[in-house]
């Protein structure tokens, strides 16, 4: 991600207690201010490096870090000694002598800032306050409707951001930034949302007007992108070099990740996977077209056609009730749409060959009727067998994980190497940083 440098001029200083470390680089809005002496800390790539090192180990000494980041022990020395000043760094216990002084292992203090991330849906919002750890602090919804209605959006974030850091008694100063997750086309470097058919949104500068009422860093993605950066940073793919994350649901969408960093595509489109036609001239979709995967196998297709064997509608929580309690002819509809998106799936696989692919979403309460027919067709159908060594795991997702996806956006900004690679240890690497 393209980020700009801080400004150069002095700006107003906060105490050490109150100012987090942090590495975004963004042009900080008016009112948000940091300490200037912190500013050529904050854009040391040796410092992001430590912090990543020390996160990824949970306890570490000095030495080890000197080892694993490849810098000498006076320069870890005194980057370390600057952020256990800052509170960043504790010192924590000693670990076992190899003969001589035993060393003192070092630890991030998860409470030494914070970050926001929030979740936003055509029927409101779900915002959290999450720790270092991203572990969360508090969290607040907000039911209101979005759907056309960008400003009220941008009220409505401002109010929750508020709302929350009272309810988590967290100051706005230990705040690193704030990271939102929405549906549609987006683009990341502008915060700026360029369609979203499912909020009837286009062309909507999100990260601007926030910046400005809020004088917080702010980054928006894509919400299933956020979710593939949770999995990468405190989720199931760590390690993982190749994953995709698939979401489904109202609407069905991808968060590819290869080589470790997060693909977006040329528009910030990439993972619109729910827009893939796989029958033409099939059910009108709520992006306009007709034939799209999201219209034939999103919560909506399914809805209705359960609802047409029954002669009413139905809601989301009366198809899981149906299809749990064994109805035929709900459990007929989902395993038949599981069918549809697993074949989906499986060409997906054989295009990206991932090592990982974790299903979330709200569709995964349909539990092993919808579940099922997916990793068997994965399993099956993948070209040359490639889908019988894919792992995959299904997450449980609920509004407030996705809103922890958000924030974790905020983490991977902040504490992450731009242009890093293996040899550097960071999990993430970024082109033009």
Known sequence: MTRKQLDAEPQPERSSSEAPIANDQREPAAGYSTRRGSRSLLRDLNVSLLIELVRRAGTVSRADLARQSRLSAPTVSNIVDKLIKRGIFNEVSLAPSSGGRPPVLLSIDPKAGYVIGIKLRANGLTTVVCDLDAQIVASREIETSLVGNPSAAILAIEQAVLRVLRDAVVPQSKVLGVGIGLPGIIDSDRGFCNFSHLLW?????????????????????????????????????????????????????????????????????????????????????????????????????????????????????????????????????????????????????????????????????????????????????????????????????????????????????????????????????????
């Open 201 to 433: 949104w286009r062309d909507v500068d999100i990260a601007g007007p926030l910046r400005k009422r809020l004088g917080l860093p702010i980054w928006v993605d894509n919400d299933v992108n956020t979710l593939a950066v949770a999995e990468k940073w405190a989720g199931d793919a760590p390690d993982t070099r190749d994953f995709v994350t698939l979401s489904v649901g109202r609407g069905v969408g991808l968060g590819i990740v290869i080589d470790r960093s997060l693909y977006r595509g040329a528009n910030g489109a990439a993972g619109e996977f729910g827009h893939v036609i796989i029958e033409p001239g099939g059910a009108k979709c709520e992006c306009g077209r007709f034939g799209c995967l999201e219209a034939i196998v999103g919560e909506g297709a399914l809805r209705r056609s359960v609802g047409e064997q029954l002669g009413r509608d139905i809601t989301r929580d009366e198809l899981i009730s149906l299809v749990r309690d064994g109805d035929l002819a709900a459990r007929a509809v989902v395993e038949n749409a599981g069918r549809r998106l697993g074949q989906a799936v499986a060409n997906m696989m054989t295009l990206l060959n991932p090592e990982l692919l974790i299903i979330c979403g709200e569709g995964t309460e349909l539990g092993a009727t919808f579940l099922d027919p997916i990793v068997a067709a994965v399993r099956e159908q993948t070209f040359g067998d490639l889908g019988r060594t894919v792992d995959v795991k299904v997450q449980l997702w609920g509004d407030e994980a996705w809103a922890v996806g958000a924030a974790t956006q905020v983490l991977r900004e902040s504490f992450s190497l731009p242009n890093s690679d293996d040899k550097s240890h960071a999990i993430w690497h970024r082109i033009n940083a």
